[in-house]
C-alpha cells in the first residue's frame, strides 16, 4: 500500500481527463498528488473528431500525462474500488488518499497509450478516407460536429445522420438545431430525425431505420450512448451517492454528499447544467481553490461554493463556422467558428496544463 507521509497532505484524483488533469496539475506543488487514470495520456475529448479526418491533428490533443505533472506520481491504471481512505487500481495498488477527486467523465475506447491512440485514429482516417458513403447515428453535438469535419475535408463523400429525437441538438433551443439542420441540408448531407437504426442488423453496407427506411453506407460511426464512467462506483463507498443516472450527488462547494473530504468534478456529477468541457474546467479550478484552503488547515465551512451555469455552448460546424448559445441568444457562422473551430481550444488547454499551445 501507498501509505500517507505526515509531511504533506495526499490529494488522489482519479480520473485524467479534462478536470482531473487540472487538478493533479495545479496541486503538485501544493500536496503529494497521485493521479490515477487507465490510460497514460490525457486528451481533448471533442478534438478527437478533428483527429478522425486529420490524424495529425491528434499530436497536439493527446499528451502524457507525465509531461505536465513532473512532480506528481502517474498511475495508468483503472481504479476498481474506494473505501473511506484508500483507492484500489486494477493493478492491485492501494493508494491511501487525505482527499480524493473522482473525474471519471466518460470513458473512451481507442488505445492506452499515446502511440495505440494516434493509431487508432489513423485506421478511423483511413476508414473515412476510403469509404464513399458514411453513416453517422447521433445528432447531438458528437454526431452533428463528425458530421461537419467530414463533410467538410471530405465534400464528395454521401454522409447520412439518423437521430431519433425530432430535432437535432436537444440539449440546447430548437433554434440552434434548426441552424444545425439548415447547414448540414446546405451541405448534402442527409439527416433522418425520428428514426433509430439497428447497426447490428447491418448487412453489406446496408443499414434500415426504424421507420423502415434503408440506407447504404461504408462505414458507420456511433455517436450516441456514451455512458458516464461511474458503473465502478456502484460497489464502492460511495455507492449511496449515486442518484438514478450514476452521477454522483454533489453539494455546494463539489464534495460528495455525506463525505468531506471526497470531491467530484465533470460530467460525473449530478449539478444541474449542461455538461461541457469547459464547465468541467470551473470544476476543476473551484476544487483546486478549496483544497488549497483544506490543505493548509482552513475551515471547511469557509469553501468556495459553485453555481450551475445557463447553457452556453458552442458546436463546430467543420473548420470555419459553427452554432453558438449564450444564455437566450442563438447565432451561427463564422464568429462562432472563430471562437472553437478553427483551434477547437486546444492552444489554450495545453497552455493551461503549462504546455506550449503550437507544438
Known sequence: MEGLTAERKRVVVVGGGVAGSLVAKNLQDHAEVFLIDSKEYFELPWAGLRARVEPSFAK???????????????????ATDITENE???????????????????????????????????????????????ILVVGGGPTGVELAGEII???????????????RLLEFLGEKAGKKALDWLTSKKVEVILGQSVELNSESDGTY???????????????????????????????????????????????????????????????????KQGYL????????????????????????????????????????????????????GGRLPGIMKSKDLFVGKTRNSLGLKSNV
Not at 497536439?60 to 483503472?78: D, F, G
Open 60 to 78: 497536439r490533443t493527446l499528451i502524457n500525462h507525465l509531461e505536465y505533472l513532473p512532480r506528481a506520481r502517474v498511475i495508468a491504471s483503472p
Open 87 to 133: 483507492v484500489l487500481t486494477a493493478q492491485g495498488r492501494l493508494i491511501a488518499y487525505d482527499y480524493l477527486v473522482v473525474a471519471t467523465g466518460h470513458p473512451s475506447p481507442g488505445g492506452y497509450t499515446r502511440d495505440e491512440r494516434l493509431n487508432y485514429y489513423q485506421t478511423e482516417h483511413e476508414k473515412i478516407r476510403s469509404a464513399k458513403s
Open 152 to 166: 467538410v475535408d471530405f465534400p464528395d463523400k454521401k454522409v447520412t445522420l439518423v437521430h431519433k429525437g425530432p
Open 208 to 274: 434500415e431505420t426504424s421507420g423502415g427506411e434503408t440506407i447504404i453506407a461504408d462505414c458507420h460511426f456511433l455517436c450516441a450512448g456514451n455512458p458516464i464512467g461511474s458503473s465502478w462506483l456502484k460497489e464502492t463507498v460511495l455507492k449511496d451517492s449515486l442518484d438514478d443516472h450514476g452521477r454522483l450527488k454533489v453539494d455546494a462547494t463539489l464534495r460528495v454528499k455525506g463525505h468531506n473530504n471526497i470531491f467530484a468534478i465533470g460530467d460525473i456529477t449530478d449539478v444541474p447544467e449542461i
Open 280 to 331: 468541467a474546467q470551473a470544476h476543476a479550478m473551484l476544487t483546486v481553490k478549496n483544497l488549497k484552503k483544506l490543505i493548509r488547515g482552513k475551515n471547511g465551512r469557509k469553501l468556495s461554493t459553485y453555481k450551475p451555469a445557463s447553457a452556453t455552448a458552442i458546436v463546430s460546424l467543420g473548420r470555419r463556422e459553427g452554432i453558438a448559445q449564450v444564455m437566450c441568444l442563438t447565432f
